[in-house]
């Protein structure tokens, strides 16, 4: 168990540091950063001048080395656009993405765990097919029209909850809902194939022989099973979510991590940025992890892949 | 089975009480005219509210409302009012001399003197502070305190706009303060004498200014008269319009044309628009390197000018209040005027005719920048198509367009220019015909005009040598001027609220009907 | 492969080997999901295919003159233009028929890139196994960990948007779950008596690989593409959405979803014909991959 543990976290460090080396190139190719800086209007000595003062001329692999380095140390540096340090400006935003994914995780379960019972319980019949239909109701949408369509019936006809901001949980109930969905299908459909799995095996079939209640059956030892991998995929799922929030946030003006994300891309604020990517993949390295781990611990066989 | 329930419903009751702890609720939002507070939204968030450090309309917008300038411009009769200083004087080329207004207090107490007006003018002139956009200071060689209440200012070179800055982007801020906190510190707490004060700010999300009770009654701005403004950063536009729907909001600007017209068709709303000194335009790469080598015959970029149809597009899709242009200024700039230069009426045989002439009777292809109005954009590459230009639209962000044109890889930009609401002719056209990196013509006798209007002190010498620039301009067709551009407010009914051409929302001039 | 990765595959796969059963027609013809969705799914490629004839108007023709003339079944509408025109007057029915091509060139393109990069990568590591698996492994984990929106914002800020950019985008990033996929239906060919056979013969790796796993793990590819496709398609309307994706005049119906987004309050059908298209398309293809997945289960389910 610890070898595979120790393996695992190897996997991730190495994980971490090639995801940071390619967000770091990416950003630096995208543009002037100077430019951006220096704004509407400025003129060339200008723009020399915020080259020079944020480092900007020198070469790509010792600013790579430099940020890294000072990274690890807890020094996010400074948002080349806000003027503030960049630390505290990316965990604060984090809470509220955090929050954000969290409840959307949340609702996608809540909303796929039935729909996946009642589609493997009555598989191949039109309930599978409804309860199918019904989960990916949400995603054929893009996400900002189905946001806004929810905007349109919530907020502007029926004025049963506020539009946008992130001062009451009531600001959150469209953007959980709106997010959420997305992720119902896969899990509708992993939960919906695992008991499928597990209904058909034979000793399912030998308790109901032996005169069980269906209900019993499917609760107790059908869905017990088809959970486990549902929490890894919770696990991914959340890494996903944060990851892209951008457009929820931009909707609904949450003022969170996935906003301030596009807002540095835009103004390429780099050190933001970089430290961002850099965040949402090690949050998402370390879910990936966990759940491996738990996984590993509630099913042996996993151990050996 | 009752683990897995209990986990899930575990995980919602975890969530539920995370949020309750991070966001403890303050009641429901506070409603315009029922709490004298009017709930104003606007897309981008300052990077700093320091009015130095930013370049964003609402930074210059709060920079008016919580600051004062020296000067002030009287926008209905454009003349100059003392805000700051009583009077002043041009002693010589380059030296003004200021008699400060007494009794002026900033927010946290501390008096307006001498002292604040040298501190901000030296701090803010100095390049190693790193104010944002270096043309609204760079013109400023230094301030002497000569009294109590008196100061001189020395500008670098002869500078005749400099009343028209410091009516303008440069306030004044307090001496002790901002010495002890900088920049960092008025972005964090801002002071300063005007009509309001900030009592909250959460950067990139909201920030509320109330009433400054103790604002001085000599101002020509006037004091506030409703008691609170909350400022909250929606950025997209269609959740703006839904909280305006929804009865949640007072005012958003900067809304295009279209809904603006349907939304003053919703009965608890109105809309007010104006011509702003925004100017719409498009700059033609003609240099040696150009990607479109088609542009250095002023046949073709005549045709371009030719080809569209600015009437219609202005009527249809600009909106009320715009014009067509005939020179790349806004009319009311010191110095803007086309008089005697080249009218190119809309007449797409005859573009087609010059393009034949220049020896491109099949067109050509091209590649058009654009950062925003993608709409007017989009029915200008339509006219183009029509005589046979295939223009190919990037559109980005301004700075990635900005980059293009320094790299001289753009041929043709649809750009907008507000002057940073500077009514002087200075402000505008050297940008791109003064020999900069913005220059892609770079005419010398262009230039040597220019620098002759933007250096010499009396208005006549500057007036003619900036028709002959501008003549010369629109005669060789170097760029194409547009229109001027409109803006469109939403507001609520109960809000009493006047546009004006300089795009300033004057928070202490609103109340309620 | 980490557990979780898997995990984010499944409920994909079909589950099991697959054989080619007799009366597959038939079964075909039977399981309704892939009798609609197919269906669905032909009708949108042939309005694509014949848009040339059938469109009533040039989609890129702009009339000022009749700007936002809103569909017949308003008062202010007519037969003229039957779906109304948008803001700059170009025919909404002509732009909707030219948007399906755009649209479904979208999601094939992406759907064969990256299930090409996919599947190379998630058959060698299933074949191989050891190193190639981990170094497999290691790339799917660094792609996963990686935020796509973001990393295609940052990418579009690079080279601007176009159409070809966006597909090459998302081409070069959707490539993961045809790995994961892939491998694992790889790694339960392999044993398979006939794949011993064949090397045992001395055929060649790339023989074995292209003539004898190939069209065993053809139908989960066949899966995945499908769903993939469906996610390039609105991945492509969320890049539109923040000024990053295809460039106007195109139709795409991406992007008249998110230039009519500004009329949304007050011209709904703007948004909503674009917006129901593109759902029916994405409704269309899910519905055709579930079926799809169903029909190539092992017998004993269907």
């Known amino acids: 168990m610890g070898g595979y543990i120790l393996k695992r976290l190897g996997l991730a460090i190495a994980v971490a540091l090639a995801v940071s080396m390619i967000a770091f190139l990416l950003l630096r190719l995208s543009g002037d950063p100077a430019i951006a800086i220096a704004g509407e209007g400025a003129r060339s000595e200008d723009i020399e001048m915020v080259r020079k003062t944020y480092g900007f001329d020198r070469p790509l692999p010792v600013q790579y080395v430099e940020w890294l380095g000072k990274t690890l140390r807890g ?231 | ?171 004044m801020h307090p001496a002790k303060y901002y010495a002890e906190v900088g920049p960092k510190g008025q ?32 101002s020509p701005k006037g004091a506030a008269k409703i008691n609170r403004v909350e400022i909250r950063f929606i950025p997209d536009r269609q959740t703006q319009m839904a909280e305006m729907l929804s009865g949640n909001g007072d005012l958003i600007m900067h809304v295009p044309k279209d809904q603006a017209d349907q939304a003053a068709k919703v009965p608890h709303l109105q809309v007010v628009s104006g011509e702003t000194m925004r100017i719409a335009f498009m700059q033609l790469n003609s240099l040696d390197g150009t990607p479109t080598p088609a542009l250095k015959d002023p046949r073709v970029r005549k045709a371009i000018t030719h080809a569209i149809d600015r009437e219609s597009i202005v009527k249809n899709i600009v909106g009320a209040g715009s014009r067509v242009l005939n020179t790349q200024c806004f009319p009311s700039q010191f110095g803007c005027t086309d008089q005697g230069a080249a009218r190119y009426a809309y007449d797409p045989a005859l573009a087609k005719k010059l393009l034949a002439e220049a020896g491109f009777p099949g067109g050509f292809e091209t590649e058009i920048f654009a950062y925003r109005e993608r ?90 040598a900036y028709q002959q620039a501008l003549k010369k301009i629109a005669d060789n067709a170097y760029s194409v001027p547009l229109w001027s551009l409109p803006v469109y407010y939403v507001a609520s009914k109960d809000l009493n609220f006047t546009a004006y051409a300089d795009e300033m929302v004057r928070l202490w001039e609103m109340t309620w009907k | 492969m980490s557990s979780s990765v898997t995990a984010a595959a499944a409920g994909v796969e ?77 025919d909404y029915l002509s732009r909707l028929f030219y948007g399906a091509r755009i649209s479904l060139l979208i999601g094939v393109s992406v759907a064969i890139i990256s299930g090409l990069i996919g599947t190379s990568m998630g058959m060698l590591a299933g074949y191989f196994g050891g190193r190639t698996d981990m170094a497999v492994s290691f790339l799917v984990t660094t792609r996963l960990s990686m935020p796509v929106i973001l990393v295609a914002l940052a990418t579009v800020a690079l080279v601007g948007g176009s159409l070809w950019v966006v597909i090459m985008v998302l081409g070069l990033l959707k490539w993961d779950r045809f790995a994961v996929v892939m491998r694992s239906a790889t790694q339960q060919v392999r044993s398979l008596d006939y794949v011993a056979a064949a090397q045992a013969a001395g055929a060649s790796t790339t023989r074995v690989l292209l003539g004898e796993v190939l069209p065993n793990v053809l139908p989960h590819l066949i899966v995945v593409a499908t769903l993939e496709a469906a996610s390039a398609i609105l991945l492509e309307a969320a890049l539109s959405f923040l000024g990053l994706g295809v460039q106007p005049p195109l139709p795409s119906w991406g992007l008249m979803i998110s230039e009519a987004k500004s009329y949304m309050f007050f011209s709904f059908w703007l948004i909503a014909i674009p917006g129901a298209a593109l759902a029916l398309l994405i409704f269309a293809i899910n519905l055709a991959g579930d079926g799809l997945r169903d029909l190539l289960a092992p017998e004993g389910r269907a």
């Open chain 2, 1 to 171: 089975m009752e683990n897995c329930t209990r986990g899930r419903t575990g995980l919602r009751i975890a969530a539920g009480v995370l949020l309750a702890a991070l966001f403890a609720t303050t009641g429901p939002a506070l409603a315009g005219k029922k709490d004298d507070t009017v709930r104003f939204a606007y897309d981008q968030a300052p990077e700093s509210v320091d009015p130095f450090f930013n370049n964003v309309r609402i930074g210059v917008i709060i920079g008016a409302n919580v600051w004062d300038t020296l000067v002030y411009r009287d926008p209905n009769t454009s003349e100059y009012k003392g805000n700051l200083a009583r009077a002043w004087k041009q002693v010589d080329d380059r030296t003004i001399e200021f008699d400060l207004r007494e009794g002026v207090k900033f927010h946290n107490g501390e008096d307006f003197d001498a002292d604040s007006v040298v501190y901000t003018l030296n701090f803010v002139a100095d390049p190693a502070n790193k104010v944002t956009t270096q043309a609204n200071v760079n013109w400023i060689e230094k301030a002497t305190k000569l009294g109590k209440y008196k100061v001189r200012l020395t500008t670098k070179q002869v500078f005749p706009a400099a009343i028209e800055y410091l009516a303008g982007p440069v306030v």
């Open chain 1, 75 to 305: 020094d996010f540096g400074e948002s080349i656009y806000f003027k503030t340090p960049a630390a505290p400006l990316i965990f604060a935003k984090l809470e509220t993405t955090m929050a954000l994914g969290l409840l959307s995780l949340a609702f996608a379960l809540a909303l796929s765990i039935p729909l996946g019972v009642l589609a493997a319980v009555y598989r191949n019949s039109w309930i599978d097919r409804l309860c199918l239909a019904l989960a990916v109701l949400g995603q054929a949408l893009p996400n900002f029209f189905f946001a806004l369509l929810l905007i349109m019936v919530f907020s502007i006809t029926l004025r049963w909850l506020p539009v946008s901001g992130s001062d009451t949980w009531q600001h959150f109930v469209m953007p959980t809902i709106a997010l959420g969905y997305y992720a119902a299908p896969a899990f509708m459909r992993l939960i919906r194939a695992g008991m499928i799995e597990v209904l058909e095996a034979d000793y399912i079939r030998t308790a109901r022989a032996k005169g069980l209640p269906a209900s019993r059956v499917i609760f107790k030892h059908a869905l017990r099973n088809a959970v486990v991998p549902v929490v890894a995929l919770a696990a991914v799922q959340l890494g996903f979510l944060l990851g892209g929030s951008v457009v929820i946030e931009t909707i609904f003006a949450l003022d969170g991590l996935g906003y301030l994300a596009y807002q540095s891309i835009t103004f390429k604020d780099f050190p933001v940025m970089q430290n961002i990517v850099l965040l949402l993949s090690v949050i998402y390295v370390v879910l990936t992890l966990a759940s491996d781990v738990a996984n590993a611990w509630l099913d042996p066989r996993i151990r050996v892949a």
């Open chain 2, 187 to 218: 972005n964090t707490k801002p002071v300063g004498t005007g009509p309001f004060k900030v009592v909250n700010y959460v950067p990139g999300k909201s920030i509320t200014l109330e009433k400054n009770t103790g604002y001085f009654k000599d």
């Open chain 3, 14 to 90: 079909p589950g099991g080997v697959v054989v080619a059963a007799p009366g597959i027609w038939r079964r075909v013809w039977k399981n309704k999901a892939v009798v609609v969705g197919g269906g669905l799914l032909l009708l949108i490629v042939a309005v694509a295919l014949l848009a040339p004839w059938i469109a009533p108007y040039d989609p890129y023709a702009q009339d000022l003159a009749n700007r936002n003339v809103p569909p017949f079944w308003y008062d202010a509408g007519g037969w003229a233009h039957p779906l109304g025109t948008d803001p700059l007057g170009r």
């Open chain 2, 375 to 464: 709409n007017q954009t989009e029915a200008i590459i339509n006219n183009l198509q029509q005589v046979g230009i295939k223009a190919k639209l990037n559109f980005s962000q301004y700075a990635a367009m900005r980059d293009a044109i320094r790299a001289g890889k753009a041929s043709l930009t649809h750009q907008t220019w507000g002057s940073f609401s500077v009514n002087d002719v200075s402000a505008s056209i050297p940008v791109w015909f003064g020999g900069e990196s913005d220059d892609v013509t770079q005419d010398k006798e262009v230039q040597d005009l220019l620098k002759k209007g933007n250096n010499s002190v009396d208005p006549n010498v500057r007036k003619q």
